[in-house]
């Protein structure tokens, strides 16, 4: 199906509303408006545009469920990482499989959220450049998504998650809060604190890697190539954190609010934050309003989450929590 997408345009003291006309001819008219008579590039943008998309997964054909449209808002990423698809660096080696730069850190996100609890129920994760073929270098994609509604909790990973599961080390298989330290790995912003990235390195030694783009670090925990992704600034958004937050949510994770956690005893029990997205920051403007103010925390699981918790509120400086 194809998608209606709109853009605001400013070139040469015009301003032009960019829509998906009802003909690709239409549609290559308009496009040369704004790429100055490019023609070329015009019509292999309407070619792309204008193609019926049919996407398809055994999981999510198993199975029928019914979620009703009015109670439903959505936020979009069209291009996260602009900066690198700008940049389109594309022989970036990866660390661990984890990409630090490169066009591989670029993701779209759509997340769909309850418009009247603000939580998320469905999210997609497009990952256009996972991987160039040499000869033709044409780049081969993923796409990740998940749904958490009613009960019902499916994801694309599920069979790489079963395969994982009788693997992977479990918490109660540590036989010190030390050693299992160790077992933590985390992805963050090479823009981090340095108290955050101090604390990091205590709690999970060497598995501490950077990253850019948030939706990306995001996919890095959806994936499992990290337990954490963790970022304590205010310069993510909605639209950043909701595909991913109801992928993980499927998952039996989340994404929580990092300084409500620090500000919370791990040992309470007490609900997590999660983030949520239908309310805008009191007093904010512009964008801001809709910032993750907070900061963020993503997970897989909530028991490792909450020993990762435990560590880094052990680890932090005692200024740094009650910031």
């Known amino acids: 199906m194809s998608l209606l997408m709109i853009w605001f345009v400013f ?3 015009e301003k ?19 790429l100055n008579g490019n023609k070329l590039a015009s019509e292999a943008l309407a070619k792309v545009v204008h193609q019926d998309v049919a996407f398809t997964d055994p999981t999510l054909d198993s199975i029928e469920i019914d979620i009703p449209q009015d109670i439903l808002g959505i936020w979009v990423d069209p291009i996260d990482s602009t900066y690198q698809y700008i940049k389109g660096s594309a022989d970036v080696k990866p660390n661990q499989g984890i990409f630090p730069y490169g066009l591989q850190c670029v993701t779209v996100l759509v997340g769909v959220y309850d418009r009247q609890t ?12 996972v991987s160039q073929d040499q000869n033709t270098l044409r ?5 990740y998504w998940g749904l958490s509604y009613m009960g019902t909790n499916i994801h694309s990973q599920q069979h790489a998650t079963s395969e994982r599961s009788g693997s992977e080390t479990q918490p109660g298989n540590i036989s010190s ?3 299992f330290s160790h077992h933590f790995s985390a992805v963050i912003s090479t823009s981090e604190k340095e108290t955050i990235k101090a604390s990091l390195s205590r709690v999970c030694g060497e598995s501490v890697f950077g990253a850019a783009g948030a939706g990306y670090k995001s996919l ?3 994936q499992g190539l990290v337990d954490i992704y963790i970022f304590s600034e205010d310069t993510t958004f909605k639209w950043d954190s909701c595909a991913a937050h109801a992928i993980l949510r499927a998952m039996g994770g989340g994404i929580v609010d990092l300084k409500e956690c620090l500000e919370t ?26 910032a993750n103010k907070g ?10 989450l909450e020993t990762f918790l435990s560590l880094l509120i052990q680890n932090l400086e005692p200024a740094e929590t009650q910031t």
């Not at 032009?16 to 704004?34: A, G, N, P, Q, W």
């Not at 780049?139 to 796409?143: H, N």
């Not at 900061?295 to 490792?304: C, E, F, H, M, V």
Request: aromatic residues 6%; proline residues 5%.
């Open 11 to 13: 070139t040469l003291g």
């Open 16 to 34: 032009i509303t960019l829509r998906l006309c009802s003909t690709e001819e239409e549609t290559v008219e308009l496009l040369s408006k704004v």
């Open 118 to 129: 603000g939580v998320p129920l469905m999210g997609v994760i497009n990952q256009p450049f």
């Open 139 to 143: 780049w081969k994609g993923q796409c």
């Open 177 to 179: 809060e030390a050693e």
């Open 220 to 222: 890095c925990v959806v």
């Open 265 to 290: 005893n791990p040992e309470t029990g007490l609900d997590l934050p999660q983030l949520v997205y239908h309310v805008e920051n009191e007093g904010a403007t512009g964008v801001d309003r809709w």
């Open 295 to 304: 900061g963020l925390i993503a997970y897989r699981s909530r028991k490792r």
